[in-house]
Each structure stands twice: as structure tokens, then as C-alpha cells.
């Protein structure tokens, strides 16, 4: 079972924004961390304590939290923008959760 | 730029075992926790272990716990995975990633190209 709720897909069309929520009790006490998923290929870290992009990753990405909700944003979505996303945080007992993942498409 | 390249799944019948590792390269191995998430094909990602820079803290998800055991070898800049008591669940690719800090992972970056495990039933 899983203790993050992501929607299962979200459609988007280029050039416009597409918002990607995480709900779960754990995000109330802990960071939020957000991964993009190619197909065929290893996630890659896109957004970091709920709102902190790592080196590389376009401007275009932010993140945000309020409560137990965190919300991974693409500004002006492109193309190559499309991949599943997944949230991650931490439970209570330092068990590591992931989100059920978000279908973005860009059409 | 961060190297991490996961070598030693393959097909393996139910009941077996396997060790998986993971080679890292291009920084200080020793001063970084690890971490361990698989994908069952079609699937999401799901955590499996994690170890502190020092070897001496580990942790594992309930799924696994028991069965399978991480450790590192901080002079070979390699971790490692032992599966034992395989399932068919177990089939997955597992993905050996990189933490943020020394004594416990809280975001995983960058992760290697992952390592099919087969589970025969």
C-alpha cells in the first residue's frame, strides 16, 4: 500500500503549466522530493525539500508544500517534459515512501 | 559527474539468491549513505534499503527485511545488496542511488541504470 497519493496521469499542453500533487500524513512533518521517469531509464531528481532544484534542472520546474499536500509545478511544459513523476518522503519511523506516481503528457 | 553502475542480476529461480553491486566512481564514496529502490516492471518505485557512509547503520523495508542484507566496501567504492529467499515478487530492476548526506539518505541523487532480478516461480 502506498502512504503518498499521486493522480494517475495529468495532460498538458505545450507551453502551458501542469501541476502534479502528493498528499500523504508524512509530508505534515517531513520533506517533500520529486523524480521524473523516462522510459527505459533510472529517475532523476528534479525538485528537493519541497521546493530546492538541483543544478541542471530547468528553471521551469518548482516545487511547493501546504500541509500535507506538496505540488511539483512545470512552467511552460515542453516535450521532453513527459514521464512519470514520483514524490518521496520520509514516515514517522524513517520508513521511505514513494508516491503512486503521475502520468504527465504533453499534447 | 557522479558514476554509479549496478552489475549482477539475471534469472533466478524461486527460494535463491543473488548479490547485486554497485560500483561508484567520480566522488567520496565513504562520505555519503546509500540507498537501494526497486521497480517491479510496470510498477512504481518502491525502497528497499538504505546504509550509512560508515557501514553501520542499515535499514530495510518490511518487504525484505530478514531476507535481504546491504553493505559496502568503502576502499572499493562498491556497494552491495545480498538477496536471499527470493520471490516472485522480488522481480524487479533495482536501482542503486546516491544520498545526500553520511548517516542517513532523506533524497536519493543521482541513481544508476538499475539491474533486471528475475524470479522464477
Known sequence: SYDLTQPPSVS???????????SGDALSKQFGHWYQQKPGQAPVLVIYKDSERPSGIPERFSGSSSGTTVTLTISG??????????CQSLD???????GTGTRVTVL | ???????????????????????AS????????????????GKGLEWVSSISGDGDDTYY?????????TSRDNFKNTLFLQLNSLRAEDTAVYYCAKGDGYKFVEWFDPWGQ????????
Not at chain 1, 498538458?12 to 502528493?22: D, F, L, W
Not at chain 1, 514517522?92 to 514513494?98: A, H, M, V, W
Not at chain 2, 564514496?29 to 517491479?40: D, I, K, L, P, S
Open chain 1, 92 to 98: 514517522n519511523s524513517g520508513t521511505y515512501l514513494f
Open chain 1, 12 to 22: 498538458v499542453s505545450p507551453g502551458q503549466t501542469a501541476r502534479i500533487t502528493c
Open chain 2, 114 to 121: 538499475g539491474t533486471l532480478v528475475t524470479v522464477s516461480s
Open chain 2, 26 to 41: 567520480r566522488f567520496t564514496f565513504g562520505n555519503y549513505a546509500m540507498g537501494w529502490v526497486r521497480q517491479a516492471p
Open chain 1, 77 to 86: 511544459a515542453q516535450a521532453e517534459d513527459e514521464a512519470d513523476y514520483y
Open chain 2, 61 to 69: 523495508g518490511e518487504s525484505v527485511k530478514g531476507r535481504f542484507t
Open chain 2, 1 to 23: 559527474e557522479v558514476q554509479l553502475l549496478e552489475s549482477g542480476g539475471g534469472l533466478v529461480q524461486a527460494g535463491g539468491s543473488l548479490r547485486l553491486s554497485c560500483a
